[in-house]
């Protein structure tokens, strides 16, 4: 989990990314990243369709923004909520819906090839994609992070083709939805593999949260202004010492020691460091002129510190993160265990589960041949015991 200090180190000390910061800060008491992680992903959606760099194939600088918290505890939406509201203000038609179907985003898209798209509640989304509803649009999704041309054929035989979409979005989802909804395969090499994770804990209070939005008209000037560039230069590489930098980092990450659930990351975030050091680099105005240019030291430590908070989001989050269904059923089970004192009835087992009883017995069977539960007889029938302290299993 990211603290307040990991995330001010993270932000750079001028250019709208800062701006945002302290104007996002002054509204609410979310923790710091995910400011952070919105200003990036509002800021990406004003640069030009040509924009990008060369790094495994063209490399564009949209972002997929998830902030991860305790449900109703970290103000998540909120954060997202000012945001949105400000890139609402500045350029409206950048702000999209979220689609019932992949034919609605792509006609989105048609519209706006550049948009941000805001989801307050990922939970849901999460939930039923898992029941089959959202796959085909998660399917496009992951396509649209790569900004590959998409295209879908209409009734009257003519088809909608987007050559360049450049989609961003910014997602709010608490830890249960994650826990019960994803498996580490999905972060590895699936769909949020490729979402830049910020995981914070509210820490900050205040009695009188009134906000202050002094700076909201400026920042939305900024933000129209960018939206209005029509072109910008591309990034031609690294200069000699960014690549040394670059270099001296992706070999400490490539060797770094990480959970086997989440190793997959190795590849997902140097990407992510380069399209965030992009959005520096368009924060401070170095492709303004429309020539190529290359990318120093400045934008790509900020990038590399961004992808540091997404590994350090992700091994927080890997904790809770099943490997497999069996896996997260055991964990479950095991909870409801030490929550109702560390023994119990199959009745009082079922009552707190919701579970039919046969999925249940055949777990406590699993769990009792791997002897992390016992099971005893008592005047009430059996008793289920944890063989050892919760923290013991935490790993599923």
Not at 13 to 27: I, L, N, R
Not at 222 to 238: E, H, M, N, V
Request: charged share 25%; proline share 5%.
């Amino acid at each position: 989990m990211l603290t307040e200090d990991d995330a001010y180190h993270a932000t750079p000390s001028s250019g709208f990314v800062h701006d945002y910061v302290v104007h996002a800060v002054k509204q609410t008491t979310s923790p710091l990243a995910y400011h952070l992680g919105t200003g990036l992903s509002i800021l990406a959606c004003t640069c030009p369709l040509d924009y990008g760099m060369n790094y495994a194939g063209k490399l564009r600088a949209n972002m997929f923004i998830l902030l991860v918290g305790r449900s109703g505890e970290d103000q998540k939406s909120t954060a997202l909520g000012i945001g949105r509201d400000l890139l609402m203000e500045a350029a409206a038609p950048l702000v999209g819906d979220f689609p019932g179907s992949p034919e609605g985003l792509i006609d989105s898209l048609a519209r706006s090839p550049s948009q941000m798209i805001p989801i307050s509640e990922m939970g849901r989304f999460l939930a039923s994609a898992q029941k089959g509803y959202y796959e085909p649009i998660k399917a496009l999704m992951a396509d649209l992070w790569d900004s590959a041309p998409v295209q879908r054929a209409k009734a009257n035989g003519k088809s909608v083709k987007i050559d360049n979409p450049r989609l961003s979005v910014v997602a709010a989802c608490s830890l249960p939805y994650l826990e019960k909804y994803t498996l580490a395969e999905d972060w590895t090499g699936g769909f949020m593999g490729r979402w830049g994770v910020m995981y914070g804990q509210r820490i900050r209070v205040e009695a009188d949260p009134a906000g202050d939005d002094s700076d909201f008209a400026r920042l939305a000037d900024d933000l129209r202004a960018r939206a209005r560039i029509p072109t910008a230069g591309y990034c031609t590489g690294l200069t000699p010492s960014a690549k040394k930098m670059w270099k001296d980092w992706f070999d400490e990450v490539s060797a770094r020691r990480l959970p086997d659930t989440i190793v997959g990351i190795r590849a997902r975030a140097p990407t992510m460091a380069r399209k965030a050091a992009l959005i520096y680099a368009w924060d401070w105005g170095k492709p303004f002129s429309g020539q190529g240019w290359m990318m120093d030291d400045v934008e790509l430590y900020y990038g590399i510190k961004f992808a540091e908070l997404h590994i350090k989001s992700i091994i927080g989050v890997s904790e809770m993160i099943a490997d497999h269904p069996d896996a997260r059923a055991r964990r479950s089970v095991i909870e409801a265990i030490a929550a109702l004192g560390g023994a119990c009835t199959l009745g009082q087992l079922i009552a707190r589960l919701k579970w039919k009883r046969k999925p249940l017995v055949e777990t406590l069977d699993s769990l009792m041949e791997e002897k992390r539960v016992l099971r005893d007889t008592g005047m009430d029938g059996f008793t289920y015991a944890l063989a050892a302290a919760p923290e013991a299993w935490q790993g599923g």
